[in-house]
């Protein structure tokens, strides 16, 4: 059966976990998460929570595939991701199965497979004789998903204590098994965290993205595995698919210990940027009704032809480097404004996090910028002139100066999530669209909030309506610095773009 509809079904094959946070229920919302219709076959049971283990009941084999067939039969499967397989019987069951549909060639689901061996609590989830049962599933599959401690179980090796040697492993693996073989970084002790998508010849594809310091991590290996199975279902591309699954789950981590789960491992945070979007954080922020007031602008600024065009790789090269040379001129100043907030600042945190931001807004986006403009910056144009102007008007009153700057993050910020999720590995603009989706840009747009909030909440009422005006006349700047550049679709130019953390 084939699926002919832009949206795709993916299906998870995995135990259950009642708490909420791993399994078939941490799949079901990775893959509504990034844009999967989610289906799930219950391989076991588990009872567990936040703190471990109790016990675990598997379902005869046979229903395994009562369920496999009652979904096979009646609809088309564009992707498969497969968790906790209990014992060697379900897994031989789920083996035969796997063959036939396989078998049907052209239109078969693509199949990642997360080795679930031991739980982050250490329970075992997979009996200890199952070991070559597993390896026999590998045939069909398209990628596993090894954590560290399974890649060394499955090489047969001792357990890696860095990255080289975790590529080592995964490579001979995937000679082994003629498999690509996902390599997560995660229980490495290193500041960032790095995947790497590796086949026979090595790494296809490596990506990083900082460590959390979270015990909130429950469940990231399946959120992970659900979510490359449905980008690939959606984008066709194993390295756009993992470049897209590892940018949301970083989000999701990062945003984790705002939910309250349990008192163990709780579970990431699987739509925290669609919950952005839907509910302020408390009934009744200021910052949240702000941002829904500007929610025309907002929509304004998404259908813009130059920001489609943007997302979908065909804005013309020369009016891109239009749009980042005004920019870069932009940056220069909001840089400036910045330093003046730090100045005006009432307590050393916000003093410290303006000339922060005043400093990166200076180092890293100039650098790129200069690096891709080669130095060439052109004169302001009106736009730019204005938004500028509005910034500079404001710089002596604080409350309302950091209202003004406020929109430059968090549109940026709320824009370049939704660029991010389009990004793909041969995307002309692929790193440019990284470099506004990172988990550290989400953390000071957050702090830029925050800091605006409490300002609000200890101004008198004139200065509020003031403070208002000046982000509402921001946001309005913002749409129209977006609109400035024409942006007629072209050819793809794909060599506009350095490919995104590869190596
Ligand atoms: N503390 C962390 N901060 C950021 N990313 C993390 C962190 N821990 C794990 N990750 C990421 O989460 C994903 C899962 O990695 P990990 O190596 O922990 O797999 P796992 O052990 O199978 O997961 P699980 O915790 O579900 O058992 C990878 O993308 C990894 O890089
Ligand atoms: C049903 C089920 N599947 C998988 C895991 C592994 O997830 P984690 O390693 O985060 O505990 C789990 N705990 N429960």
Same mark, same amino acid.
């Given at each position: 059966m084939t699926n002919t509809q832009n949206t795709k079904n993916i299906l998870s094959i995995a135990g259950s976990d009642p708490s909420g946070g791993a399994g078939i229920q941490a799949d079901l919302k990775s893959i509504a998460a990034t844009g999967g219709y989610g289906m799930a076959a219950i391989s076991a049971l588990t009872a567990q929570n936040t703190r471990g283990v109790r016990s675990v009941h598997?379902?005869?084999?046979? /229903?395994?595939?009562?369920?496999? *067939?009652?979904? #096979?039969? &009646?609809?088309?499967?564009? @992707? %498969?991701?497969? =968790?906790?397989?209990? *014992?060697?019987?379900? %897994? *031989?069951?789920?083996?035969?199965?796997? @063959?036939?549909?396989?078998s049907a060639g052209t239109g078969a689901p693509a199949v990642v497979l997360d080795p679930v061996m031991v739980a982050t609590s250490g329970d075992r989830l997979l009996d200890a004789e199952s070991d070559a049962a597993l390896r026999r599933l590998f045939c069909h599959t398209d990628v596993i998903?090894? *954590?560290? +401690?399974?890649?060394?179980?499955?090489?047969? @090796?001792?357990?890696?204590?860095d990255w080289e040697t975790a590529v080592v492993q995964a490579r001979g693996l995937a000679a082994e098994y003629g498999v690509m073989v996902l390599a997560k970084g995660g229980h490495l002790e290193s500041a960032s965290c790095r995947d790497g998508l590796i086949d026979s010849d090595g790494v296809i594809l490596s990506v990083a993205s900082p460590r959390q310091y979270t015990p909130n991590t429950h469940g990231t290996g399946c959120s992970l595995s659900a979510a490359l199975a449905t980008c690939y279902a959606r984008t066709g591309d194993w390295g756009s698919a993992l470049l897209n699954a590892k940018s949301w789950l970083a989000g999701a981590i990062s945003r984790a210990d705002e939910l309250s789960v349990g008192s163990g491992h709780g579970p990431i945070n699987h739509f925290a940027s669609l919950w952005d979007g839907v509910r302020p954080a408390h009934p009744g922020d200021p910052m949240a009704q702000w941002w829904q007031k500007i929610a025309a602008i907002r929509t304004g600024i998404d259908e813009l032809d130059f920001i489609r065009a943007l997302k979908d790789g065909s804005l013309a090269r020369e009016h891109f480097e239009d749009y980042l040379g005004q920019d870069a001129l932009y940056l220069r100043t909001y840089s400036q404004v910045m330093s003046r907030a730090s100045a005006l600042a009432p307590d050393t945190e916000s003093q410290r996090f303006w000339a922060a931001s005043a400093s990166s807004c200076l180092e890293e986006e100039l650098a790129l910028h200069r690096g891709r403009l080669a130095e060439r910056v052109p004169e302001p144009s009106t736009t730019t002139t204005a938004y500028l102007n509005h910034l500079k008007a404001s710089a002596n009153n $604080?409350?309302?100066?950091?209202? @003004?700057?406020? +929109?430059? /993050?968090?549109? $940026?910020? &709320?824009? =370049? #999530?939704?660029?991010?999720a389009a990004n793909r590995q041969d995307h002309p603009y692929a790193d440019w669209l990284t470099s506004y989706s990172s988990v550290e840009f989400d953390a000071a747009t957050a702090a830029a909030i925050d800091i605006t909030r409490t300002v609000h909440q200890g101004a008198d009422e004139s200065t509020r309506t003031a403070m208002w005006r000046a982000f509402e006349a921001s946001s309005l700047h913002e749409l129209a610095f977006f609109d400035q550049t024409a942006a007629p679709a072209t050819s793809r130019d794909s060599s506009a773009g350095e490919p995104v953390a590869a190596g």
């Open positions: 598997v379902p005869p084999a046979g /229903f395994l595939t009562e369920q496999l *067939n009652a979904v #096979s039969e &009646d609809i088309a499967i564009d @992707a %498969i991701k497969i =968790g906790m397989l209990a *014992n060697a019987e379900v %897994i *031989n069951e789920l083996g035969q199965w796997l @063959a036939g549909i396989r998903t090894p *954590n560290i +401690p399974e890649l060394a179980v499955l090489a047969r @090796a001792e357990m890696a204590t $604080y409350p309302v100066l950091i209202a @003004a700057i406020l +929109p430059c /993050f968090w549109i $940026y910020q &709320d824009t =370049g #999530s939704r660029l991010a």
